[in-house]
């Protein structure tokens, strides 16, 4: 029997890595489309390892270059898409605003054209997010698939229209079209100036002498935070559904981001207090207060649950920054 194909946007991506790596596991061949950097090096690090792990394809292409997008598809034929290619970084949605709409908006609907015409029967996965909620929140204080969706960001707008185009393309055409809203989740390879990735390097460099201080922003807001891998593997399940739907996937805690300041600085018993500063810089116009995801639905539907958690996804992401920090050093 031939080998179920996967196309993958933003395969550079923290998820995108993660998920290619599952894939093949899987027994996948695995397609990505990756984007030209002018630093050649910097365009592929999450994923070189792979080639060797038999991913097939990084080919250049951009979703705001349609071309790009139907050549692509058209050469993979793909049994499934994943579209996990967009600006995703909140607060800078608010200084490119455009781009973010055009990326993640007309991107998505620039991938769903091509899907719809050259592989219909494939089955399309849309990275959707806990942001689209904004800060509504249903009575038992969680959010789930059925709550109301008023986003606070240029970037939260932007991923509910192109989560409503995706729901109109399955309605309209038939298609097999799903939306993962997915609450946040990190990993060791969670972009560094997102802001665990940056509390975790910041606790590691300070306990190793390389940095005095670590400056952040509103350390009052919740998140709901899971770890990468757990997350791909949600969404490789919705894909293999029997239905296209929506599907939560969250670890159903919610912490701050003084909570992961505490835990993160805990690990060597240095007191994050001592060491972090705020500076108005990194705060929003507009933020979400707190996350708090119900996944219950999936995890009977899609027989998921996460392997790792909370504790666990921050031991994981500081020790990961200590052993890099080591590295560079011996490689110095
Ligand atoms: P990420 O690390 O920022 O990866 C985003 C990927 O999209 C990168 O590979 C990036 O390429 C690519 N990209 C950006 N603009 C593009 C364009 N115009 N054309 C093609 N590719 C483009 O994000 P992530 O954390 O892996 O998240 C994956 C997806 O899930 C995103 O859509 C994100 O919005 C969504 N999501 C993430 C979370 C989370 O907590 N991580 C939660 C909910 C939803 P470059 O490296 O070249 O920039
Ligand atoms: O780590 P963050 O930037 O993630 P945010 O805004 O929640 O967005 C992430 O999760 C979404 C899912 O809900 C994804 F859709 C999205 O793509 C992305 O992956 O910020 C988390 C919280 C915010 O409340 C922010 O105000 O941390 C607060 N924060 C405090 N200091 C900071 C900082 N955030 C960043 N990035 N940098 C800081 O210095």
């Known amino acids: 029997m031939s080998k179920r194909k996967a196309f993958i946007t933003g395969l550079s991506g923290q998820d995108g890595s993660y998920l290619a790596e599952h894939l093949l596991e899987k027994d996948y061949e695995v397609y990505g ?3 030209r950097h002018s630093d050649a090096e910097s365009q592929d690090t999450r994923v070189v390892h792979l080639f060797d792990k038999g991913l097939i394809e990084a ?3 951009d979703l705001l270059d349609p071309s790009s997008i139907n050549r692509l598809v058209a050469l993979v034929k793909p049994d499934e898409i994943y579209n996990l290619g967009a600006q995703s970084h909140v607060r800078i949605s608010f200084d490119i605003p455009q781009f973010t709409m055009q990326t993640n908006v007309v991107g998505t609907l620039n991938l769903l054209e091509a899907y719809r015409t050259i592989c219909p029967t494939a089955h399309f996965y849309q990275a959707s997010s806990s942001e689209m909620f904004g800060n509504e929140i249903d009575s038992d204080g969680f959010q789930r698939e059925t709550t109301a969706m008023k986003p606070v960001s240029p970037y939260g707008c932007s991923k509910l229209a192109a989560y409503c185009i995706v729901r109109n393309y399955r309605n309209s055409y038939g298609l097999f079209a799903s939306n993962g809203i997915l609450f946040n989740h990190e990993s060791p390879r969670r972009g560094a100036n997102f802001v665990t990735a940056k509390i975790a390097r910041g606790a590691a460099a300070i306990n190793l002498g390389l ?10 807001s919740y998140r709901d935070w899971g770890h990468a891998k757990d997350y791909v593997r949600a969404m490789h399940l919705i894909l293999q559904h029997h239905e296209p739907d929506e599907f939560v996937i969250s670890s159903k805690e919610s912490h701050s981001v003084r909570d992961f ?7 060597y018993d240095l007191d994050y207090k001592d060491y972090v500063k705020q500076d108005p810089k990194f705060m929003r116009p507009e933020e979400l207060k707190k996350l708090q995801g119900d996944s219950s639905k999936s995890r009977k539907a899609l027989d998921w649950e996460p392997d790792y958690n909370f504790s666990e996804l921050v031991e994981d992401m500081v020790s990961s920054w200590e052993s890099r920090f080591k590295t560079e050093a011996r490689e110095a």
């Open 33 to 35: 489309m990756i984007r």
């Open 59 to 61: 080919d250049y292409g």
């Open 261 to 267: 300041c505490h835990a993160a600085f805990g690990y």
């Open 211 to 220: 940095q005095d201080a670590l400056t952040l922003g509103n350390l009052d």
